[in-house]
């Protein structure tokens, strides 16, 4: 028995190749103001909210892509059933990050329409490929992006 | 003066409609483990890894989608200079969430996937409108879900 036979993997994934992933449906982050959130998701940043849980959730649209922003004083301890099944707690503290996709002639306006709503703008990186990113924190100070297309559309670092 | 107008809003958005954005790119979870990570998102989820960061971050890639993956105590503290932009400080603890988007006639192979790779699937819901939600949690405990694509499609709750 060699060295390498003996290291236990927790995980072993099956030889064969895994079913189809069609893509993140949902990309969740973590506040403890909500009403703040649902204010700056909305209106700043104007994603449309589709539902919300009052205290607990809101959930807003962009596109094929559903962004979900959850409380988690209430995700991290207290279990929701529907129809008998479970949703596992989950929940996170800290900065998070999700970038959003923005057309680079629109990134102009973005900076414009940032500003005029008194969000810093944080940071902005030109990326040796040629993207694009700007940076600037949510209320809850998760790190949001708006990243040009072109950011990972080779499979080589940006 | 009545007692709205003396509310504070740090944020004041535009009241023109908001530029475009156009999806979420860049999905982010945290982990402490990045090895354990490479090789559930990578072996089990079949995710194709495009970029690493030894010790620091992985990037793997789903369709249209960014996964990120992150070791937060690098993360948090030391600071990346891209061409004299700074990338922003980020990092979160606790268990994150995100779904992928799984075809309804894919959750059967999913499911004997995940067991056969070792991976506890810690609950299953069906929900009101039809669409079925798996979950099960990354070696990190971060919440994962495989998501039928009907969870959202309409501006109801699931």
Redesign the interface.
């Known amino acids: 028995m060699n060295g390498a036979s003996m290291i236990h ?6 030889t064969r ?12 982050v ?1 506040v403890s103001d909500l009403a ?1 959130a649902e ?2 998701y909305g ?6 909210k ?2 919300s849980v009052p205290g607990w959730q809101l ?1 807003f ?8 922003i ?1 409380n ?1 004083d209430h995700t ?1 301890r207290e279990r929701v059933v ?2 008998g ?19 680079k002639p ?1 990134l102009d ?2 900076r414009r ?1 940032l500003v ?4 810093t703008i ?7 490929n040629g993207a694009r ?1 700007v ?1 600037f ?1 949510d ?1 809850a100070g ?2 949001l ?3 040009t ?1 072109d ?2 559309r080779s ?3 940006p």
């Open positions: 993997l927790e995980a072993t994934p099956p190749a895994a079913p189809k992933l069609n893509g993140v449906l949902e990309t969740a973590y703040a204010k700056f209106e700043v940043l104007g994603l449309e589709i539902f959930v649209r962009n596109g094929e892509s559903i962004v979900l959850f988690p991290e529907i129809n099944g479970n949703i596992p707690l989950h929940g996170a503290r800290g900065a998070g990050h999700l970038a959003f996709r923005v057309a629109d306006a973005w329409r005029e709503s008194g969000v944080e940071s902005e990186v030109s990326w040796p990113s940076y924190r209320p998760n790190s992006e708006l990243a297309p950011m990972w499979n080589q670092p």
